[in-house]
């Protein structure tokens, strides 16, 4: 019921920012835990940030935590990931993902998956 598309990806040098948006469709969204996750090549896809379906909880992985921030706007139906300082270990293809309710840092634990967008942070 849940689709999700990524945008705002792109090229950016060390110490920049990006601005990531999943926008999603079907009438359940704002029911709906999201949470971004990467994933770089030859590496497994892991978690970056949460929030929860009333956007009063957000969750973030060690080694984003302070640079990025996850929101969400529900008159817009969209979620967003705010990237500073970005790193050039922060490239990776990025995924939206949705599940029903309660937030998560498990890829399993995930329903619904955006196609990605690609970061690329130069060195």
């Not at 019921?1 to 999943?22: N, T, W």
């Not at 990467?38 to 009063?56: L, N």
């Not at 490239?91 to 890829?107: G, I, M, N």
Request: charged share 20%.
């Amino acid at each position: 019921q849940v689709q999700l598309v990524e945008s705002g990806g792109g090229l950016v040098q060390a110490g920049g920012s990006l601005r990531l948006s999943c926008a999603a469709s079907g009438r359940t969204f704002s029911s709906h835990a999201m949470g971004w996750f990467r994933q770089a090549p030859g590496k497994e896809r892991e978690f970056v940030a949460a929030i929860s379906w009333s956007g009063d909880k957000t969750y973030y992985s060690d080694s984003v935590k302070g640079r990025f921030t996850i929101s969400r706007d529900s008159a817009k139906n969209t979620v967003y990931l705010q990237m500073n300082s970005l790193k050039a270990e922060d490239t990776a293809v990025y995924y939206c993902a949705a599940r029903p309710l309660v937030l998560s840092a498990e890829v399993r634990e995930y329903n619904y998956w955006g196609q990605g967008t690609q970061v690329t942070v130069s060195s």
